[in-house]
C-alpha cells in the first residue's frame, strides 16, 4: 500500500474565505470547537462554519493538525514506521496506538477493524473482535503477529517515549523536494483564490 502523499486522516475539512474571515467546515469535536471559541470564533449556524479572524489562521491550522491530523499548510514533515501491533496494543481501551495516535481500532465487536493512516504488512486481524459492549482488536487469547506500517508527523513522532521509539522502524522519511511540492500546490490554490477575490473586487467596482 503506497503511503507517500500523507495529509492527515481523510476528512471533510475546508477553509473559504470571505470578508477577512475564515469560514471553517469541519466534523463536530468538542476539543475544537473550545479551541475555536478560544480565538473568538462564532458558529453560523446557516452555513454550518465557524467564522473566525482570518488574524488567527496559524492558530486554526495549528488546531486543525492537532486534533484531526490533517495539515492544510503542506509544511508538516512526516515519517513511516513499522512496528508489531502487539508492541502497541493499548489493553485498556482495546485499540492499537502510537502515543495518543490512534492507528487501528474495531467499531463493533462483528466489525472489520479501521486502519487510520496504516497498512498491514504481514500477518491479518480476525474478523470480530471482543464483545458487544467492548469490542477489540485483538481477542484476550489471541497472539497473532501482525505487521503494520503507519505514517506520523515528524512532530508527533518526537514527542514519543525512548521505549516507544525503540519499537519502531523508520521506513521512510519524507524529503525536502515532496514536502516543497506540497506546499507548493496550496500556495497555488491560494492563488487562485486571490485571482477570483479579485475579480470581485473589480466587478463590484464597475457596478
Not at 2 to 28: A, D
Not at 79 to 106: L, M, P
Amino acid at each position: 500500500m503506497k503511503m507517500n502523499r500523507f495529509k492527515g486522516v481523510k476528512m471533510n475539512i475546508k477553509i473559504k474565505r470571505e470578508n477577512n474571515l475564515l469560514l471553517i467546515t469541519s466534523p463536530y469535536s468538542r476539543s475544537f470547537v473550545n479551541k475555536m471559541r478560544n480565538l473568538q470564533g462564532k458558529w453560523n449556524r446557516e452555513l454550518n462554519v465557524w467564522e473566525v479572524s482570518e488574524d488567527f489562521e496559524d492558530k486554526v491550522n495549528e488546531a486543525i493538525l492537532e486534533i484531526y491530523r490533517v495539515d492544510l499548510t503542506g509544511k508538516e514533515e512526516y515519517i513511516i514506521v513499522e512496528y508489531r501491533a502487539k508492541d502497541f496494543e493499548d489493553k485498556d481501551k482495546d485499540d492499537i496506538r502510537i502515543g495518543n495516535i490512534i492507528t487501528v481500532y474495531r467499531p463493533s465487536r462483528d466489525s472489520r477493524v479501521k486502519l487510520n493512516d496504516t497498512a498491514i504488512m504481514q500477518g491479518e486481524f480476525d474478523k470480530t473482535g471482543g464483545s458487544a459492549k467492548y469490542p477489540a482488536v485483538f481477542d484476550r487469547w489471541d497472539e497473532r503477529d501482525v505487521i503494520l506500517r503507519s505514517t506520523l508527523f515528524k512532530k508527533e513522532y518526537d514527542k514519543l517515549s525512548e521505549d516507544e521509539k525503540s519499537k519502531l522502524t523508520i521506513i521512510r522519511r519524507q524529503d525536502k523536494k515532496e514536502r516543497l511540492l506540497n506546499e507548493k500546490e496550496i500556495i497555488l490554490k491560494r492563488l487562485s483564490e486571490i485571482e477570483d477575490e479579485l475579480k470581485k473586487c473589480e466587478e463590484n467596482k464597475d457596478e
